[in-house]
């Protein structure tokens, strides 16, 4: 894939959540949003470019940034919650998208690429390993709380720039996932697909055994939300946040990478931060 200059093209919000902070739909985190990430799993294109950093921004980022003031108004942490919550709610009815407009004292925002995503629980939840593997598996949400669990705390950062910085993720390293599969020698890559039906991503079979990759089931020191990509989503600490899928459903072992979501509409496939898509942000580990 030859994807454009970034500059050049549009640029695709997150499937993942935006930071509040700007109110715009690429904000999964609480501080200054660029997925989503990023684009972290609709989207606007990029209307403007930073005169300083000639990096895309939205208009939404824009537009969002008139309603800073209002955060102040829901500082108390059990409003917050609840307004986290309400606009959770609307958000996943809400085929114009204006509800990502709206300020949120609480976070991270729901994000989407889909008009609604299914509910998963404890009694519903299978995440599945499969492709090029000795010994397929299907896992419970109760089988992986069940493993060794790994927490790492690190900054979150939007392709198109904002930054949450100290983030706690904690789940089950995928490389132990990968290792129990037993992945057959002609593997080269891992695709990843969601519940929501549409997002997907993929790592090279050498970038998906990192230390630093997980399958997540807590966030910021809480069970993963569904608003958030719960009860399991990725997180791929070095990489732009769009690799860090959410709603994780399926870990499908192929010969050779293939391109995902955002990078079928630009972005680029190897994303890490500050030496991909064009930018050059401080790495997140």
């Known amino acids: 894939m030859n994807p454009e200059h970034p500059e050049a093209r549009e640029a695709p919000r997150e499937h993942h959540e935006e930071p509040e902070s700007h109110g715009g739909r690429d904000l999964e985190h609480g501080r200054n949003p660029a997925h989503s990430q990023d684009p972290a799993h609709g989207q606007d294109p990029a209307h403007g470019q930073d005169p300083e950093r000639g990096k895309p921004i939205g208009r939404r980022i824009f537009l969002g940034t008139l309603g800073l003031g209002a955060l102040g108004v829901v500082s108390a942490p059990v409003l917050q919650r609840g307004l986290e919550g309400v606009l959770g709610e609307a958000a996943q009815k809400d085929p114009t998208g204006l509800t990502g407009l709206l300020p949120n004292g609480g976070g991270f925002r729901y994000y989407s690429v889909t008009a609604s995503v299914p509910r998963k629980n404890a009694g519903n939840y299978r995440l599945t390993v499969g492709g090029l593997v000795d010994r397929p598996a299907s896992y419970t949400l109760d089988d992986l709380r069940a493993l060794p669990q790994t927490r790492m705390v690190k900054d979150v950062q939007c392709v198109t720039g ?20 037993g992945v057959r020698s002609k593997a080269g890559a891992v695709r990843f697909t969601c519940f929501d039906g549409a997002y997907s991503e993929s790592l090279t079979l050498r970038q998906a055994r990192r230390a630093d990759v997980l399958v997540a089931l807590r966030m910021q020191d809480k069970d993963i ?41 630009g972005y680029d496939i190897d994303a890490w931060v500050g030496r991909s898509n064009g930018r050059d942000d401080e790495p997140t580990t």
Do not use: C
């Open 162 to 181: 904002w930054r949450v910085p100290d983030t706690p993720f904690e789940g089950v390293r995928l490389s132990e996932l990968l290792d129990a599969a």
């Open 225 to 265: 939300s569904h608003n958030h990509g719960g009860p399991v989503r990725l997180y791929v600490a070095p990489m732009y946040f769009y690799k860090s899928a959410k709603w994780l459903s399926g870990i499908e072992v192929t010969e050779d990478v293939e391109p995902g979501y955002w990078e079928k509409r």
